[in-house]
């Protein structure tokens, strides 16, 4: 089923939820009411309401949600239920870091391949992920990889002057999801997605936040 007209406010806050109820069922926990979802999510519980009744009814009157159905629905309605592989593009310093960040794993987000204009990085950088290394190869052989791997998601990291260049790569190789770590705007065809991460406007977010 495709949802359509949804706030973006809320999808961010479905990632929310699907978190912290995790965390419930690590935890053993069974039933969950809207109320203790919203407490532990910081959130008030109507709006856990009117967010979830977006997809459909899942509590029960007088019960609440239970904790394991209610996540896997929330994972079914976000796309995280299944695997997506990803490739990242430029190997520098906070390439490195996405390399290693496991949260990727555990969220079933896969780095399976990464890209470099370097020669040293494409010849001796991998990183062990559960004891699985990425291959680094050369930024050229881009559409080859992407297509042989099943990539869908491309995390650029390299310098705002190459990005879009990157994205260009990335849209001839029929990757349709982009995240742009590179402070540069990019534009991409229809039927492309791509969310940047600048973190010098939030950075500047928070500045104001506390100058004023």
């Excluded at 930024?139 to 992407?146: L, P």
């Excluded at 260009?168 to 999801?177: P, Q, S, T």
Aim: proline share 4%.
């Amino acid at each position: 089923m495709k949802y359509q007209k949804i706030p973006e406010a809320t999808i961010r806050r479905l990632s929310r939820y699907s978190r912290c109820l995790e965390e419930m069922e690590e935890k053993g926990e069974k039933v969950v009411s809207s109320a203790q979802l919203a407490n532990k999510c910081i959130v008030n519980a109507a709006q856990v309401r009117k967010d979830l009744a977006y997809f459909g009814e899942f509590g029960i009157r007088g019960v609440g949600y239970y904790v394991r159905d209610l996540l896997n629905n929330i994972k079914k309605i976000l796309g995280s239920n299944k695997e997506w592989r990803m490739a990242l593009i430029g190997v520098g310093n906070l390439g490195s870091s996405l390399l290693a960040y496991k949260d990727f794993l555990k969220q079933n987000y896969t780095i399976v391949a990464a890209f470099d204009i370097d020669p040293p990085k494409v010849i001796g950088r991998v990183s062990e992920k559960l004891g699985k290394p990425v291959e680094v190869f050369h930024i050229n052989r881009i559409k080859e990889v992407t297509k042989e791997r099943k990539i869908e998601i491309g995390l650029i990291a390299t310098p705002p002057s190459e990005a879009q260049s990157v994205a260009n790569l990335l849209v001839e190789a029929e990757v349709r999801g982009i995240l742009n770590f590179a402070p540069a705007q990019i534009t991409v065809p229809e039927g492309f997605v791509v969310k940047d991460v600048f973190f010098t406007i939030i950075l500047d977010n928070l500045a104001y936040l506390l100058s004023n």
